[in-house]
């Protein structure tokens, strides 16, 4: 816990923070690098403030080849939050999400169904998933990943589903 007190009293004055090994596997951190053991230097960035929202996809069909719908208007005009307060799992899950939002490289699915999940997010949804959904949250993620097209398509429009069944 110190550690991870002295971890964000560095970030936030701006200083370097390196996580070292010890020959035990230990793990610590310092503002210098630890002499004579292996140092890598943490990327600390901010915490990811609550922004406002962009449009949210609308569910993606499970028609293999077919095209993916554009933002439901129902969906695009919901409320951005329902009282829910963001975890700071939730702000960082959400600053990842928008990473890939904007990531020309990845796939449309995967632009998509990110947009789609910062909605449901904001909308403390994740929060009231089970354990099991949200381990086919993941595995839908995994197969949003792959090279068949199809495959994406299918899984972004299962997410879809499964952010809607808690509607």
């Known amino acids: 816990m110190l550690a ?11 200083a370097d ?10 793990v610590t951190y ?6 004579g053991q292996p140092s890598v230097k943490m990327d600390l960035r901010p915490p990811v403030e609550d922004r406002n929202p962009r449009p949210a996809a609308g569910p ?7 095209p993916i719908a554009a933002p439901s208007a129902a969906l695009a005009n ?3 939050s329902n009282g829910y307060e963001l975890s700071y799992s939730d702000r ?4 990842n999400l928008e990473q890939i939002e904007r990531t ?22 994740l929060a009231r998933m089970s354990a099991d959904d949200r381990a086919k949250t993941d595995n839908y993620w995994a197969d949003l990943g792959k090279l068949d097209a199809d495959r994406r398509r299918i899984a972004a429009a299962q997410l879809a589903d499964l952010f809607a069944s808690y509607q």
Do not use: M
Request: aromatic share 4%; net charge positive; proline share 10%.
């Open 17 to 26: 923070v390196f996580k070292c090994k010890g020959p035990q596997g230990e």
């Open 78 to 80: 919901a409320p951005a």
């Open 104 to 125: 020309t490289s990845a796939y449309r699915e995967q632009r998509l169904s990110a947009a789609l999940e910062i909605r449901y997010i904001r909308l403390g949804t």
């Open 60 to 66: 993606a069909p499970a028609v293999p080849g077919a």
């Open 92 to 95: 960082q899950r959400i600053a």
């Open 30 to 35: 310092s503002d210098s690098p630890c002499p």
């Open 4 to 14: 991870l007190l002295s971890l964000i009293v560095a970030s936030a004055a701006g």
